[in-house]
């Protein structure tokens, strides 16, 4: 399968954009474009922010100031122009039993030291490795996510109960939010028919408040989440023990963070590239994401990463340089500041609106589809990752897609080996060996061979074949050795220089040829070294 499903996705939300677009807008149309970007994306950050901030246990403005701040700094210095970053629940899931346990502040420094570790990554370039997340896995992440941003806007139904406890919506105060999240929704999609001047999912927002407000429709705002006022976060070095048992404490928090961050960031990369796309910057975005996450920490922040959700929106918007990532985050840093009190009465069925037209427009509709055409395992892949993304998440949805992946790939190409045998005119048996030879099958390549009954003289010929590991030469080892106890002479045809070396009993039994192959065996250091495994 290839990555025809992101693309027909991409051209479905009719995302253009060229390869190496400047990092900043260059015409007055485009830096309102953009700008208005910002504004739509900031206002779609701020109950995220304070509802990811609750489930990690901390105070609403530690959620916004990381959005902030994670969200400026990686739109400055990150991978990806019109990426954007934040609080995400993805991380805020962790951080919830550090809190509880230990406090807040040893969650400042678990931000700073995941920060690091995310630099670290950057600077050893480990976020290559992100390439080798298969598609089918990045299309159950794609749709994991669009359920997992689904599912967290179903909270915003629910109203305090007569005992405090949070209770779904009944009757007319329902209708009344289900028809605003709709004219939302439909404002959003006939906007672009009308004009592009302003992004739709700004004019659904201004709207939709704007009648709210008119007639005093009484439905919840965003100030019912919280306040969200608030001065400039200040440096604040977290209050924690420099010792051995604070680092304890908090590695592994950090390293699981670090983790998950980075792989929702290289993974919204990813498709951020496909829609708009560009290539490359896994390594500048490591080092960008532990920048932000380290500043953050210092700053009295929650830490973030990558939010594939708002990334769309800022997409959608027009968003397609650093400048629509910047002004979010200053946009979002006034609304602390000096704008509260409005923001505070926008409805939030609005932006519910908003984000349920991220669903739709995230989820891979097309791969309901392709999943009748395409092999089991992948549609199994799609499938499983999906779900454990919505079960647990991101990160062991990833690992376990990867795995499986791995797995089936192996098991594949461990049934592709097999022999075409035909007889010399010397009367020589001749094995001519097709399919890759590695641990996976080394059970198939010694079920083809029959000592006891084959000729004196016996060819194995690898010219269709690659010997791939360490399992691969102990095959051929054995093999040697079970010709050898018969008193019969074993021949080795088409094998790399490297084999020749590495091969200790069969290596004198190799025959150069001038077009041998010239490829590397991936051994460890005691094949190397000339101990192969059995005492060969």
């Given at each position: 399968m290839t990555g025809a499903t992101l693309t027909a996705f991409a051209e479905r939300l009719t995302f253009a954009n060229k390869p190496g677009a400047p990092s900043f807008p260059k015409s007055p149309k485009a830096i309102t474009t953009e700008l208005l970007a910002g504004l739509t994306v900031a206002l779609a950050l701020v109950p995220e922010a304070v509802a990811f901030a609750f489930v990690a246990g901390v105070h609403p403005l530690v959620g916004l100031y990381a959005a902030f701040l994670v969200g400026l700094i990686t739109a400055l210095f990150g991978g990806r122009p019109g990426m954007i970053s934040g609080a995400t629940g993805a991380l805020a899931v962790v951080m919830v039993s550090l809190v509880a346990t230990h406090g807040v502040e040893y969650l400042f420094a678990t931000v700073v030291l995941m920060g690091v570790l995310q630099i670290l990554a950057g600077?050893?370039?480990?976020?290559?490795?992100?390439r080798l997340v298969p598609h089918p896995v990045m299309l159950g992440f794609v749709n994991g996510l669009a359920i997992v941003i689904f599912m967290a806007q179903l909270g915003q139904f629910q109203v305090p109960g007569a005992d405090g406890a949070k209770v779904w919506m009944t009757g007319w105060p329902l209708a009344i939010m289900l028809g605003l999240v709709a004219l939302t929704m439909a404002i959003i999609?006939?906007?672009?028919?009308?004009?592009?001047?302003v992004p739709a999912p700004l004019a659904?927002?201004?709207?939709?408040?704007?009648?709210?407000?008119?007639?005093?429709?009484?439905?919840?705002?965003?100030?019912?989440?919280?306040?969200?006022?608030?001065?400039?976060?200040s440096f604040?070095?977290?209050?924690?023990?420099?010792?051995?048992?604070?680092?304890?404490?908090?590695?592994?928090?950090?390293?699981?963070?670090?983790?998950i961050g980075l792989i929702e960031s290289l993974l919204t990369l990813n498709l951020v590239g496909e829609m708009t796309e560009q290539r490359g910057g896994a390594s500048k975005e490591c080092i960008a994401q532990g920048a932000a996450n380290t500043v953050t920490g210092l700053f009295g922040g929650m830490g973030g990463c990558a939010m594939i959700g708002q990334s769309m929106i800022n997409v959608k918007s027009g968003g397609r340089t650093r400048l629509s990532g910047v002004s979010a985050a200053l946009f979002l840093l006034a609304f602390i500041l000096v704008a509260a009190p409005l923001i505070e009465q926008i409805p939030l069925a609005a932006l519910v609106g908003v984000m349920f037209m991220v669903v739709i427009g995230t989820f891979a509709w097309r791969s309901l589809v392709v999943m009748r055409r395409i092999p089991l395992t992948d549609a199994a892949v799609i499938v499983l990752v999906t779900v454990v993304t919505v079960l647990t998440d991101l990160a062991v949805a990833v690992v376990v897609g990867v795995i499986v992946s791995a797995l089936a790939y192996a098991w594949n190409n461990a049934k592709?080996?097999?022999?075409?045998?035909?007889?010399?005119?010397?009367?020589?048996?001749?094995?001519?060996?097709?399919?890759?030879?590695?641990f996976g099958s080394t059970a198939g390549f010694s079920e083809l061979f029959t000592p006891q009954d084959d000729p004196s003289v016996v060819v194995v010929d690898f010219m269709n074949s690659r010997v791939a590991d360490q399992s691969a030469l102990q095959a051929i080892e054995d093999l040697a050795a079970k010709y050898e106890g018969q008193g019969k002479t074993l021949q080795l045809r088409h094998l790399t220089r490297d084999c020749h070396r590495l091969l200790n009993r069969a290596g004198q039994l190799m025959i150069d040829s001038d077009d041998d192959p010239d490829y590397g065996v991936a051994v460890d250091y005691q094949v190397k070294t000339g101990m192969l495994s059995g005492g060969h």
């Open positions: 600077v050893f370039r480990l976020g290559k490795f992100i999609w006939g906007m672009p028919r009308l004009t592009k001047a659904g927002i201004a709207l939709v408040a704007a009648l709210v407000l008119a007639f005093d429709i009484p439905v919840p705002r965003v100030g019912d989440l919280a306040s969200i006022e608030g001065g400039l976060p604040h070095i977290p209050v924690v023990p420099f010792a051995w048992e604070t680092l304890k404490i908090i590695f592994p928090y950090a390293l699981i963070l670090a983790a592709r080996i097999h022999a075409r045998i035909e007889t010399d005119e010397n009367g020589a048996k001749i094995y001519s060996i097709e399919g890759p030879l590695f």
